[in-house]
């Protein structure tokens, strides 16, 4: 089974941008999670989908969303970027039935604002 | 709330010694957690996890963590430590309580540094 994709991997963006980043997960999961991970905050959750409905959420500003696609696939975008939005964004993969079960996690998308 | 601590940044350990990377946690009722590896430049790899049953898990690459339930801590543990296993390890805890909700609440993570 192929992994957790997202794209892209890496990424420029000056302050004001705004960027979209994507991911697909693992054939059959059908919850996506994001996640932002920084050096001094480890990984902060952003938000949750199942079956394109958005089961959670963490405290991150509006400019933050995402979507959920009918074939599971996700995207989150982040508008009017600040310097603080630098950071590494991990998308993670799991069935969604259960939740004693692990999450699958991509490469990340490695975003940097100028 | 659900809390995660992992209350060092760096664990230096020789080669062949035996690790243990600290995890202590706070969550209403009974916790799931696991412990997630990150290598430089990749995604988190999941190692194990304590769901309910023996307080020792054993996981992937020989490591196992422990599960006290009175000190609210789930330590993970290596008998005997490999440069390889030089990484960044995650300990993550779920409540329960969510339902099939996946919002998972991480440490900050414990950078761990074996020297040969």
């Known amino acids: 089974k192929a992994g957790v994709t997202q794209t892209p991997r890496y990424l420029i963006k000056t302050r004001g941008q705004q960027v979209t980043l994507s991911c697909s997960p693992i054939?059959?999961?059908?919850?996506v999670s994001w996640y932002q991970q920084t050096p001094g905050q480890g990984l902060q959750f952003l938000f949750e989908?199942?079956?394109?409905?958005?089961?959670n959420k963490g405290n991150f500003p509006g400019r933050f969303s995402g979507r959920q696609f009918s074939n599971s696939r996700s995207e989150m975008n982040v508008s009017t970027l600040e310097l603080g939005d630098s950071a590494l964004y991990l998308c993670?993969?799991?069935?969604?039935?259960?939740?004693?079960?692990?999450?699958?996690f991509g490469e990340g998308s490695r975003l940097t604002v100028l | 709330a659900q809390s995660v601590a992992q209350p060092e940044d760096q664990v230096n350990v020789a080669e062949g010694n035996p690790l243990t990377v600290k995890c202590t946690y706070s969550v209403s009722g009974n916790p799931y957690l696991f412990w997630y590896v990150q290598y430089p430049n990749r995604g988190l790899q999941f190692l194990l996890k304590y769901i309910t049953g023996d307080n020792l898990v054993k996981g992937s690459y020989g490591f196992e963590a422990e599960f006290n339930k009175s000190q609210t801590s789930f330590h993970l543990k290596k008998p005997s430590a490999l440069v390889s296993d030089s990484a960044l390890y995650f300990c993550a805890v779920r409540d329960p309580n969510s339902g099939g909700y996946q919002k998972v609440t991480f440490g900050i993570g414990t950078k761990l540094q074996v020297i040969p």
């Open positions: 989908y199942f079956s394109e409905t958005q089961r």
């Open positions: 993670a993969s799991s069935p969604g039935a259960s939740n004693t079960g692990e999450l699958f």
């Open positions: 054939s059959g999961h059908r919850s």
